[in-house]
């Protein structure tokens, strides 16, 4: 099995800054792209950031210039520093890799994490 494991979700005054961390671990042959989404109940999951195994980097327009994704391919990791956190940043927000685990043959599966929330509030 692959399990994904989020932290650094927490409650910040506007302003402030969190780091998010996610690592996958189990039976993984390779990790291609991975990122961070986010959801506020009742609205559409929407993708804050990915990065490719190239290391090309995208994000929702709304985090451009405060947030930044990173990864570290050799400990199966990705994070996204998050700064100048305002209110609407407020969401529980998801890890998700997409990658080949070590199936017979290996095959290309996403998989997501439990989700932390962040919570931006005076």
């Known amino acids: 099995q692959v399990q994904l494991v989020e932290s650094g979700g927490g409650l910040v005054q506007p302003g402030g800054s969190l780091r998010l961390s996610c690592e996958a671990s189990?039976?993984?042959?390779?990790?291609?792209?991975m990122g961070w989404y986010r959801q506020v109940a009742g609205k559409a999951r929407e993708l804050v950031a990915g990065?490719?195994?190239?290391?090309?980097?995208n994000y929702t327009d709304s985090v451009k210039g405060r947030f930044t994704i990173s990864r570290d391919n050799a400990k199966n990791r990705v994070y996204l520093q998050m700064n100048s956190l305002k209110p609407e940043d407020t969401a529980v927000y998801y890890c998700?890799?997409?990658?080949?685990?070590?199936?017979?043959?290996?095959?290309?599966?996403?998989?997501w994490g439990q989700g932390t929330q962040v919570t931006v509030s005076s």
């Open positions: 189990g039976s993984i042959l390779s990790i291609y792209t």
């Open positions: 998700n890799v997409d990658l080949f685990s070590l199936m017979s043959p290996p095959r290309l599966s996403t998989y």
């Open positions: 990065i490719t195994s190239g290391g090309r980097s």
